[in-house]
Structure formats: structure tokens, C-alpha cells
Nanobody
Framework: QVQLVESGGGVVQAGGSLRLSCAAS????????MSWFRQAPGKERELVAG????????FYADFVKGRFTITRDNAKNTVLLEMDSLAPEDTAVYYC???????????????????WGQGTQVTVSS
């Protein structure tokens, strides 16, 4: 069993920055993809940024537009999401996810991931 705990959410003005962190614990016996998703009210959960299970290559949603950076610390089983130039449209609950599937084609989809954190609220005011 794997547990994920997110932190770092909060309220920030438009144009500001936040850093989210996610720590994984438990039995992690295989390589894993570790990624961030978000879900706004009335919308489906969508990818923000992720790291692949092998090589930890970063990948991003198009709406990031270079504003966010994802990094991984494998020694601590953590992943960070640095978010800059935040806009009101970024307001959502942000979820950390961990998946251990070997196929790469689904790593941008929520169905790729087996474990989820409880989420951390990010609110961007105008």
C-alpha cells in the first residue's frame, strides 16, 4: 500500500507563485510515474505535469505554457511542482498521483495511476 500526502497549497494573487510538494510512503517496490493532476469545480480531473517511471522525464499539459516545473527527489520519494505566473484559471484542487504501469501511452491519463493523495487547494485571486 502506498500513501501520498500533498502540501503547499494556498491562496495567491494572480501572477504569484506557489510550490506544491508530495511525499510518498509505504511499499513502493517497482519504478513509478509520479505526477500532478488538478480538478476545478464542474470539470474533469486533468493532468498538470508528471514524471515518467523510467528516466523520470518530465511532461506537461499544454496550458502550463512554461509556467510550471516538476522535479523529483527519488531518495525521498517526493515530487515538487513549482508554479509561477499563476492565473485565476489555475484555481483547483491539485492531486498527487503515483502509477506503476509499464505502458507509457497512458501516463497523461488519470487511469494510469493507482494511488492518489487527498488533494491540496490552490486558489488564485484576480
Amino acid at each position: 500500500q502506498v500513501q501520498l500526502v500533498e502540501s503547499g497549497g494556498g491562496v495567491v494573487q494572480a501572477g504569484g507563485s506557489l510550490r506544491l510538494s508530495c511525499a510518498a510512503s509505504g511499499s513502493i517496490s517497482r519504478p513509478y510515474a509520479m505526477s500532478w493532476f488538478r480538478q476545478a469545480p464542474g470539470k474533469e480531473r486533468e493532468l498538470v505535469a508528471g514524471t515518467s517511471r523510467s528516466g523520470y522525464r518530465p511532461f506537461y499539459a499544454d496550458f502550463v505554457k512554461g509556467r510550471f516545473t516538476i522535479t523529483r527527489d527519488n531518495a525521498k520519494n517526493t515530487v515538487l511542482l513549482e508554479m509561477d505566473s499563476l492565473a485565476p484559471e489555475d484555481t483547483a484542487v491539485y492531486y498527487c498521483a503515483l502509477g506503476q504501469r509499464t505502458i507509457l501511452s497512458t501516463q497523461r491519463l488519470p487511469t494510469h495511476y493507482d494511488y492518489w493523495g487527498q488533494g491540496t487547494q490552490v486558489t488564485v485571486s484576480s
